[in-house]
Every structure is written in C-alpha cells, then in structure tokens.
C-alpha cells in the first residue's frame, strides 16, 4: 500500500513557477514508477510527467515539455514537478500517483493523491 500527499499548489500569475511535491508513504515505494496528472475544470484528467523507479526515463506530455521538470527522491520518498514559465492552460487540479511503470494512460496508475489546486491567472 502507497499513500500520496501533494502539496504546493497555489495561486501564480502567466509566466510564474511552483514547484509540487508529492511525499508517499508505505514500504514498497520505491518499486513504484511515479507520475504527475492534471484535471483541467471540465476536462478529463490527463498525464503531465511520469519518472520510473529509479529516477531515469522521464516522461513528459508535449504540452508541457520544456516547461515541466519531473525530480523523484527515494530518500525520503518524494517526487516534485517543478512547473516554469506557466500558462493558464496549466490550470487545473494536480495529482501525483503510482504505477508499475510509466505509462501516460491514469488506469495503469494504482495509488492516487487527493490533488492541489494551480491557478495561473492571466
């Protein structure tokens, strides 16, 4: 069992940085590749970035590529997104979840957090 807690959401304006942290807890952390998901209001929930167990192969949506930088720590079981030159598009709720291994479709995720609200105002 993995438990997920996002944190670091926030209110930016067009152009600004956050940087979201996702900690988890349980044992088996760490055989677990990593992924960032965004719900934009509305919308479906949809993959942003995914890194695999062992901090290689990061994976990125092209809407955010070049912007977004996925960092994972498995001491002490950690994975942000550092989120840069942000737009209002980039609105929506963040989710961090685990999976087997990265994939960018959210069924192939098996822990989820709650989420954090962005708002990037324009």
């Known amino acids: 069992q993995v438990h997920l807690a996002e944190s670091g959401g926030g209110l930016v304006q067009t152009g600004g940085s956050l940087r979201l942290s996702c900690t988890a807890s349980?044992?088996?952390?760490?055989?677990?590749?990593m992924g960032w998901f965004r719900q934009p209001p509305g919308k479906e929930r949809e993959f942003v970035a995914a890194?695999?167990?062992?901090?290689?192969?990061?994976a990125y949506a092209d809407s955010v590529k070049g912007r977004f930088t996925i960092f994972r720590d498995n001491a002490p079981n950690t994975v942000d997104l550092q989120m840069n030159s942000l737009k209002p598009e980039d609105t929506a709720v963040y989710y961090c979840?685990?999976?087997?291994?990265?994939?960018?479709?959210?069924?192939?995720?098996?822990?989820w957090g709650q989420g954090t609200q962005v708002t990037v105002s324009s």
């Open positions: 979840a685990a999976g087997p291994a990265v994939r960018s479709g959210p069924e192939y995720y098996d822990y």
């Open positions: 349980g044992p088996t952390f760490n055989s677990y590749a």
């Open positions: 890194i695999n167990w062992d901090g290689d192969r990061p």
